[in-house]
């Protein structure tokens, strides 16, 4: 449901989001500043977390060595709700290039979404995960993208240059994983 409230926050978000300068971060629902307080003290001054609170470039984005991480984080906190590629379930898909909240198409309206929640049972992540951690599962659900890698505009041109979409066969979780938690249950 497209709403009032969805819409202007996007209008602040992308108002904030100019390439590489200091980005400045939005709650996507209410449109109030994040407030870093509640970051949790773990990950939060990392090379990562400075680079982008500096420029709002995840650097984490298609760097192979920190996939694994990401993917990790992706099958324990979101794929239960968003699929185990992103496809969707209970929450919207996050692998193509449709989003209900426009501003996730970048990476700040991205961090925003997980930082400070949307509606719903999309509660927010300050308490879950540490900074450092939200971006390494971003740069997974990136990196699950199935649509054309040009429209990758949160990709640098040369890492967007080298990017092919997603399908499974990238994945090293394999999505029987989660189908079996479900047979558990139905058994
Ligand atoms: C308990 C279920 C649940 C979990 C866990 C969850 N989400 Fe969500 N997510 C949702 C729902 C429901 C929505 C739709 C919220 C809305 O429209 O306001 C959503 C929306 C989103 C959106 C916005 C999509 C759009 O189209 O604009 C993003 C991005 C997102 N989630 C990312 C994540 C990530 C990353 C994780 C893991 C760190 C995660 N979510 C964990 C339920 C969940």
């Given at each position: ?9 996007l209008?602040l978000a992308l108002a904030a989001t100019s390439a590489f300068a200091a980005p400045m971060l939005y709650?996507m ?5 994040l ?17 982008f609170l500096?420029t709002g470039e995840n ?42 909240y426009?501003g996730n198409e970048t990476d700040e309206g991205f961090f925003s979404s997980i930082y400070g ?18 971006l390494?599962?971003m ?14 505009t949160w ?33």
């Amino acid at each position: 449901m497209k709403s009032l409230t969805k819409i202007s926050a996007l209008c602040l978000a992308l108002a904030a989001t100019s390439a590489f300068a200091a980005p400045m971060l939005y709650n996507m629902v209410d449109g109030s500043p994040l407030d870093f307080e509640w970051a949790m003290e773990e990950g939060r001054d990392t090379e990562a977390v400075r680079v982008f609170l500096d420029t709002g470039e995840n650097i984490y984005n298609e760097t192979p060595e920190f996939l694994p991480v990401g993917e990790e984080l992706f099958a324990g906190m979101c794929s239960g709700c968003h699929g185990h590629y992103g496809e969707g379930k209970i929450g919207p898909g996050l692998n193509d290039d449709y989003w209900s909240y426009m501003g996730n198409e970048t990476d700040e309206g991205f961090f925003s979404s997980i930082y400070g929640g949307l509606t719903g049972q999309m509660g927010p992540m300050w308490g879950s995960l540490t900074l450092d951690e939200m971006l390494l599962v971003m740069a997974w659900t990136r990196h699950l993208y199935t649509g054309d890698p040009k429209d990758a505009t949160w990709l640098t041109p040369e890492k967007r240059a080298g990017f092919t979409s997603f399908t499974p066969a990238k994945a090293s979780i394999p999505a029987e994983e989660d189908e079996e938690e479900g047979e558990a249950a139905s058994d």
